[in-house]
Nanobody, 120 residues
Framework: QVQLGESGGGLVQPGESLRLSCAASGSIVSINAMGWYRQAPGKERELVAV???????NYADSVKGRFTISRGNAKNTVYLQMNSLKPEDTAVYYCNADRVVTTTQIRDYWGQGTQVTVSS
């Protein structure tokens, strides 16, 4: 069984920063990519940022220059540094692990979500 543990959400004012963390645990052989998605009320879930096993990065246009995704020194961890936060960044942020290979299956996994609220 694979689990994704997230932390770091909260309430901040516009212009402030937050750092989200995600760690995948379990009998993991490999993970193709790890990333962050978000879903605001009444909107569809959207990609925020992703980093592949090879180190390739991809960002949504709306967060380029403000958010940075990185892989941790600990295996199967990923961080999202969010700077210059805006009210439109308010959403539930979900960690995703793409094509997780275990001894029994290959599938994607999602975290439980962490709320980020940007408001004055």
């Amino acid at each position: 069984q694979v689990q994704l543990g997230e932390s770091g959400g909260g309430l901040v004012q516009p212009g402030e920063s937050l750092r989200l963390s995600c760690a995948a645990s379990g009998s993991i052989v490999s993970i193709n990519a790890m990333g962050w998605y978000r879903q605001a009320p009444g909107k569809e879930r959207e990609l925020v940022a992703v980093v592949t096993r090879g180190g390739s990065l991809n960002y949504a246009d709306s967060v380029k220059g403000r958010f940075t995704i990185s892989r941790g020194n600990a295996k199967n961890t990923v961080y999202l540094q969010m700077n210059s936060l805006k009210p439109e960044d308010t959403a539930v942020y979900y960690c995703n692990a793409d094509r997780v290979v275990t001894t029994t299956q290959i599938r994607d996994y999602w975290g439980q979500g962490t709320q980020v609220t940007v408001s004055s």
